[in-house]
């Protein structure tokens, strides 16, 4: 008995050291790439041949780390034929740290390039990092949908977070969208910009490209994967405190400010109306945004089990 349960000790140490080295090799070897794929991107500084220190950094952990994870991956890879590996609590821990983390990662990197492309600005390390990252979080989608080696374990976990996080994302800059029409509406064109980078409209398709890329990351975890689906507890614990309660929070914070401004504008003569509606173009928007997440995950928590409703 002691010799099993010290080996099986043995094993999960050994699992757990080898999945954070992947982690740390895989993370270090996507900066190299994605630093250099930004290089070759940006032909004026290619030419240039400026950040020769930069390059040969940028070289070492795509040409060193690359292939320690390559070798450290392909020996983890072969070992997953055994159940004892594939049931270990480490490789899903690993796959949803790793998923996430590209995720958000390469989810960012591409909205701000192409944020910066509406700006009329040309900024390609954000688009070359986030092609990198998209590539590592397809690799690890694959691996978590593997027939034969993917986790038996914990194996929904890195779907329920993407969906979160999309939904997280997408409402909080479709709110953003709003709020820049609704305060300009509000305040009138004569105190708005119409043109240039401060304008109310370039702020306005930024805060949807954001959206947009956030809507996408959750409409494809919740509808594609089946997120909203999944009858585990973790699940169950994301709907309703992201979607239920935050979305409730976001109406209800709006809702409040809403109140706010009017009673000031009724009972306080001391400032000037157009200092006290600053706050409500955002809140407008927060209230109708949180309405609508609240109202879509308020429904279907209702057809869940009577665990989740309760």
Avoid at 120 to 134: C, F, K, Q, Y
Avoid at 235 to 257: E, H, N
């Amino acid at each position: 008995m002691s010799t099993a349960s010290g080996g099986s000790a043995q094993g999960a140490v050994r699992r757990l050291i080898v999945f954070i080295l992947l982690f740390v090799l895989v993370t270090i070897a996507a900066v190299g790439v994605s630093g250099l794929l930004d290089r070759a991107f940006d032909v004026d500084r290619t030419l240039a041949g400026s950040g020769t220190d930069e390059l040969a950094l940028q070289l070492a952990f795509a040409l060193i780390a690359g292939p320690l994870a390559a070798l450290l991956w392909w020996g983890a890879w072969r070992r997953l034929d055994e159940p004892d590996e594939r049931g270990s609590i480490a490789w899903p821990l690993y796959l949803a740290a790793m998923t996430t983390v590209s995720l958000v990662v390469a989810t960012t990197s591409i909205a701000g390039g192409i944020a910066n492309l509406v700006d009329g600005r040309w900024e390609p390390g954000g688009l070359a990092i986030g092609l990198v990252w998209a590539l590592v979080w397809l690799w690890h989608r694959w691996m978590l949908r593997h027939p034969a080696k993917g986790p038996t374990r914990m194996a929904t976990v890195p779907l329920v977070i993407g969906a979160a996080y999309g939904l997280v994302v997408g409402a909080t800059w479709a709110a953003s969208a709003l709020a820049a029409v609704f305060d300009a509406a509000i305040r009138g064109a004569s105190e708005t910009v119409l043109v240039g980078r401060d304008s109310w409209a370039l702020a306005a398709v930024d805060a949807l490209v954001w959206a947009v890329i956030g809507f996408a990351v959750w409409w494809w975890h919740w509808v594609r994967d089946g997120v909203r689906r999944i009858p585990t507890g973790f699940a169950a614990v994301s709907l309703v405190v992201v979607g239920v309660l935050g979305g409730g929070a976001a109406m209800l914070g709006g809702v409040g400010t809403i109140v706010y401004v009017g009673l000031r504008l009724a009972f306080d003569p001391g400032e000037t109306a157009s200092a006290v509606l600053i706050p409500l173009g955002t809140a407008i928007a927060a209230a109708g945004v949180g309405a609508l997440v609240w109202l879509l995950h308020a429904r279907i928590a209702a057809a869940h089990s009577d665990g989740t409703r309760r």
